[in-house]
């Protein structure tokens, strides 16, 4: 749900460049312009902290939305901010890499904004500017991807990437087991390789199967898009002829991953996504495709960190916690979703 100078062309979801098999369609995306749920933008509706208080200007920045995880967090952080009377959202251009979204980022902190909230496109590149906006005395929550500085943000709060791959992993050698499978092939297709996060996947995946004496036969590196999953998948079926299960970590670029695998007629194994996206629940809901769980990294935390920007520049605490302060860190935990509980997980799709 996606560090680096990146290629942000604004590339849709829907597969139109490389041929797809007759009666293959990358139909089914996740929507860019579909918006938040009740779910996932949520304010109590009377009483403590969401009593009316100091006004806050909150700025935000987040990359183009180049796929549906991306969109959701703008749409998401717009609506978490609309919900509240006292918050004055002030949206920036990221622009097409880093350095772009620095110099957007700098006209905002001449507007003195009471918090910054930012997704970077690369949280490496833009640590400086973490840096710069909290000497000026503005508090910044760094979202997803993080920071290496710790001195760079009030707040990060972030999904947990190494613990996607755990869970994905947990969640295939648990059904290897079922179906008394041994010595299994089993294929990835990760995100971005030059991001730390999806490195961070793959690390989880891996360390979690060696622990069962497991490993992976190949690995395929895509964009977190339809055509480039659509792509890397093609490539990882050729070298496998024979595969017992799939993880693929992102649900966006999943979308071509199941076309190929459609167009290759293949049905011999079972995969595992990532993220948690509509279409991939439902397909997972519906049963009647080689997907079969996904791990979650919802876009819902561009909400909460609108809700918990608005308490730090109110200067106030979460109100289930002791402490008088938001938190310094936040990680939150991936869950696997599956036919039995998808239901439940349906409403945080995005």
């Not at 860019?32 to 200007?57: D, H, I, L, S, Y």
């Not at 400086?128 to 709060?157: S, T």
């Not at 991953?257 to 279409?279: D, H, W």
Request: proline residues 3%; aromatic residues 6%.
């Amino acid at each position: 749900m996606t560090q680096h100078s990146r290629d942000l062309s604004r590339r849709r979801l829907l597969f139109g460049g490389a041929a797809v098999g007759a009666g293959v369609l990358l139909a089914g995306c996740t929507s860019n312009e579909e918006q938040p749920t009740e779910a996932q933008t949520k304010a109590a509706a009377t009483g403590g902290n969401a009593e009316p208080g100091k006004r806050v200007v909150i700025g935000f920045s987040a990359p183009a939305a180049d796929h549906g995880w991306i969109a959701a967090i703008t749409n998401n952080a717009k609506a978490q901010a609309a919900a509240y009377s006292d918050v004055e959202f002030k949206a920036v251009e990221a622009g097409a890499d880093a350095a772009a979204q620095r110099a957007a980022l700098s006209t905002l902190i001449s507007q003195k904004p009471d918090v910054i909230v930012l997704l970077p496109h690369d949280g490496k590149e833009l640590n400086a500017f973490g840096l710069e906006a909290m000497q000026a005395g503005i508090p910044v929550v760094n979202l997803d991807r993080a920071f290496p500085d710790a001195k760079a943000y009030r707040l990060q709060i972030k999904g947990d990437n190494y613990g996607m791959g755990v869970a994905a992993a947990t969640y295939i050698i648990a059904q290897l087991k079922a179906k008394n499978v041994t010595n299994p092939v089993i294929g990835e297709i990760a995100g971005m390789d030059e991001l730390e996060l999806t490195q961070e996947r793959s690390k989880g995946f891996a360390d979690t199967l060696a622990q069962a004496g497991l490993k992976v036969q190949n690995r395929r590196a895509a964009r977190f898009t339809a055509d480039s999953g659509q792509q890397e998948a093609a490539q990882l079926l050729q070298a496998l002829p024979k595969m017992d299960a799939l993880w693929n970590h992102d649900d966006d670029q999943g979308i071509g991953v199941v076309a190929a695998i459609k167009q290759a007629n293949r049905t011999e194994f079972f995969m595992v996504g990532g993220a948690g996206s509509k279409k991939a629940i439902e397909d997972i809901q519906a049963d009647n495709t080689v997907l079969k769980a996904s791990v979650t990294y919802s876009p819902s935390m561009a909400s909460s960190a609108i809700s918990l920007a608005r308490l730090i520049g109110q200067g106030k605490g979460m109100s289930d916690l002791v402490e008088l302060q938001v938190p310094k860190e936040i990680i939150l935990a991936s869950e696997t979703i599956t036919k039995e509980n998808a239901s439940n997980y349906l409403k945080l799709g995005f």
